[in-house]
């Protein structure tokens, strides 16, 4: 028997079937991305470093940096004010009161690295210099004594740096919770 309703889905079931080879093609939006642009964007920094871009910089040059392009939000030392506090709490995480900072919390420097590249400073994000970069995580870590106060950081030796937290973390890819 033939009803309003089994007329209506026979014609929706037909439309469907109809539009198929124009949805195969997609939507039509936007256009391929150049390969230039993505590899701008590709910005990320695993904990191993593999990606890391050449470059170094020393605490000395970081310090100079960060009193001009970080100062006015970080404060001196990184201590904060008006923006997030970066440095000092180290050992503070299992006490009632944990002050959470880059140099606390944080498990990996190359995160770090990451970060400053991809986000700051705040109003121009992404237009430090790789070398910039590898100075201002030199200065960072070492206001708490993660490295040494002459270090130089590049693409071998950041990976290497060995946060103070890194142990707080569980690594859930080498233990999966399952």
Known sequence: MRTPESRAL??????????LPVLADGPGLGKAADPAVVRMMD???????????????????GKQIYEIKCLACHGV??????????????????????????????????SLFDYIRRAMPLTTPQTLRSDEVYALVAYILSIDGVVKPDAAL?????????????????????????
Do not use: C, H
């Not at 191993?48 to 000395?60: E, F, I, Y």
């Open 77 to 110: 030392g990184g201590q904060g004010q008006p923006m997030d506090r970066l440095t000092g709490g180290v050992g503070s995480l299992a006490t009632p009161a944990p002050v959470k900072t880059v140099n606390s919390y944080w498990p990996y420097a190359t």
């Open 10 to 19: 026979v014609v929706v079931v037909l439309g469907l079937l109809g539009s």
């Open 43 to 61: 910005l990320t920094i695993l904990p191993d470093g593999k990606d890391l871009p050449p470059g170094r910089g020393t605490v000395a040059e």
């Open 154 to 178: 590049d693409a071998k030796s950041l990976p290497a740096v060995k946060m103070p937290n890194r142990e707080g973390f569980l690594n859930w890819w080498e233990n999966p919770r399952r």
